[in-house]
Nanobody, 122 residues
Framework: QAQVVESGGDLVQAGGSLRLSCTAS????????MGWFRHAPGKEREGVSC????????YYSNFVKGLFTIFRDRAQNTLYLQMNNLAPEDTAMYYC???????????????WGQGTQVTVSS
């Protein structure tokens, strides 16, 4: 059974850093574009950053450009999101997702994880 499992969420102070991980199993990791999405209370789920199957193409939303870095370890079937200089507005549940196409639209994702909570205190 294909699944993706996130980890790494935590409570941090503003200005701090976190690295989220997402381990995939039961699917051809290289065949899927992977991405990070977040859902804050009262807001819609939004794409944060996505990376193509071979890792050559990336997408970053405007609000994380220069602050977050997405990368994938194909040997470990793991996706990462390095988040630096976190701000309270980054507080959300962060989800990992997989898609057959390179897209950072939530509706284009085929497989979702359960999420990991990131809370940034001011």
């Amino acid at each position: 059974q294909a699944q993706v499992v996130e980890s790494g969420g935590d409570l941090v102070q503003a200005g701090g850093s976190l690295r989220l991980s997402c381990t995939a199993s039961g699917l051809g990791f290289d065949d899927y574009s992977m991405g990070w999405f977040r859902h804050a209370p009262g807001k819609e789920r939004e794409g944060v950053s996505c990376i193509s199957g071979e890792g050559l193409a990336t997408y970053y939303s405007n609000f994380v450009k220069g602050l977050f870095t997405i990368f994938r370890d194909r040997a470990q079937n793991t996706l990462y999101l390095q988040m630096n200089n976190l701000a309270p507005e980054d507080t959300a549940m962060y989800y990992c997702a997989a898609s057959r196409t390179f897209s950072c639209l939530p509706g284009a994702q085929a497989l979702w994880g359960q999420g990991t909570q990131v809370t940034v205190s001011s």
